[in-house]
């Protein structure tokens, strides 16, 4: 079963790849302290490099890798939302 679980994982956050999606910054990344960890609007946890944004700020993501729980990108300005 959690096996299964995990290909369920991967397979949803594979879809995301290549693709720009909308992040809100909740926190530091748990495993970098140069990454900043949020949310898609899926749910789903991204992470991508610091520069200059900060917690609260809504970041458009580049998608560029994954795992079967987490996004991993390259912010590319802020979303029209902030």
């Known amino acids: 079963m959690l096996n299964s ?3 369920h994982g991967l397979f949803r956050t ?8 909308e992040v809100l910054i909740e926190k530091e990344s748990k495993k970098s ?4 960890s949020g ?4 749910n789903t946890v991204a992470v991508f490099p610091k520069e200059d ?5 809504f970041v458009m993501v580049k998608i560029h ?3 079967s729980a ?6 590319i300005g802020l979303s029209k939302n902030n």
């Open 5 to 7: 679980n995990a290909a």
């Open 14 to 21: 594979e879809q995301f790849l290549n693709q720009t999606v």
């Open 33 to 36: 302290t140069s990454q900043w």
């Open 39 to 42: 949310r898609s609007a899926q």
């Open 53 to 57: 944004y900060k917690i609260g700020d």
């Open 65 to 67: 890798k994954c795992t």
């Open 70 to 75: 987490t996004l991993i990108g390259k912010a």
